[in-house]
């Protein structure tokens, strides 16, 4: 068996490509902050994570590629995939309600610059507006993973729909950014809400 096939070798070069794949979008999250996204070119985004502009297109094949895998890191960064499964795990309605609710802030608090970008969407350009589209799909989807556990009986209808409006950048921005709420106070309050709102 050569020695690149080998499990050990294979676990390397997987933590490899993982950890290129983070310095490649750490440096891209900070550039496209900093100089906006039509601005930073790939070359730059190379040399801040200490890459070849020809590892970024290997890994995510455009600037528009590394902008969606900001999408997946604001996933990870969040802890959205840890949500879902508690989810599963529980058909407790204000549990469930809760979970969105750190969901929410969890996502405003720590992803913020992403979703701030992502939120500038169609005046940015269309590679912006196709990775906001894919956010906002993958919310949704979420949103709509919990709610469908929520027990039938219970449930408003169109609840989806209202928790994805609850759990907006506007509102989150209103509340913490404009007024000065702490994010303990909105993550209490966005429960309460929608504990009232998607439960019958």
């Not at 939120?119 to 906001?132: C, I, M, Q």
């Amino acid at each position: 068996m050569p020695a690149a096939d080998l499990p050990g070798v294979v676990r390397l070069r997987d933590q490899r490509e993982a950890l290129t794949r983070r310095a490649i979008l750490t440096a891209a999250r900070r550039l496209f902050a900093e100089l906006g996204y039509a601005r930073t070119p790939i070359r730059r985004i190379a040399h801040d994570a200490g890459v070849a502009p020809q590892t970024i297109y290997a890994h995510y094949g455009s600037k528009a590629g590394v902008l969606t895998g900001l999408v997946d890191l604001l996933d990870e960064e969040a802890g959205l995939e840890d949500v879902v499964a508690q989810a599963h795990g529980t058909s407790d309605p204000d549990a469930l309600v809760g979970l969105l609710a750190r969901a929410g802030r969890q996502a405003r608090e720590r992803c913020g610059d992403i979703l701030a970008l992502l939120g500038s969407g169609a005046a940015v350009g269309p590679d912006v507006e196709a990775a906001r589209a894919e956010g906002a799909r993958r919310n949704r989807l979420g949103v709509e993973l919990i709610v469908q556990r929520l027990p039938g009986d219970r449930a408003r209808p169109r609840a989806a729909d209202i928790a994805v409006a609850l759990l907006s950048a506007e509102v989150y921005d209103s509340l913490v950014r404009d007024a000065g709420w702490s994010p303990d106070a909105y993550e209490a309050w966005l429960a309460d809400t929608l504990t009232a709102a998607l439960l019958g």
